[in-house]
């Protein structure tokens, strides 16, 4: 059974900084893509970066510049870093995988392309 596990997020004001993690139960990072997602009330799931098994990432255009993905395999733990925070960043935060193989490019920020998903946590950005 694959579970994730995300942490870290809060409060901050703009222009701050998290870090949110996620740690992987049931697998180890290969052959797999991973990725955080957000949604926001009202609004639907939105792709905000994902890091494929080859090391490549891919960034939603509203984060680029701002946030940074990366995984550590040694911890099977996933990061988003979150510079520059503003306060539309704020949502509910999601860690997701899918295995299975390749994911096409256009696929990548897709929320239905991911068959496993963390609980979330929230993020809140006052202004």
């Known amino acids: 059974q694959v579970q994730l596990v995300e942490s870290g997020g809060g409060s901050v004001q703009a222009g701050g900084s998290l870090r949110l993690s996620c740690a992987a139960f049931g697998y180890t990072y290969t052959n797999i893509c991973m990725g955080w997602f957000r949604q926001a009330p009202g609004k639907e799931r939105e792709g905000v970066a994902i890091i494929d098994s080859d090391g490549s990432t891919s960034y939603a255009d509203s984060v680029k510049g701002r946030f940074t993905i990366s995984q550590d395999n040694a911890k099977n733990t996933l990061y988003l870093q979150m510079n520059s925070l503003k306060s539309e960043d704020t949502a509910m935060y999601y860690c997701?995988?899918?295995?299975?193989?390749?994911?096409?490019?256009?696929?990548?920020?897709?929320?239905?392309?991911?068959?496993?998903w963390g609980q979330g946590i929230q993020v809140t950005v006052s202004s």
């Open positions: 997701a995988a899918v295995d299975g193989g390749p994911v096409p490019l256009s696929q990548l920020l897709a929320a239905g392309t991911y068959n496993y």
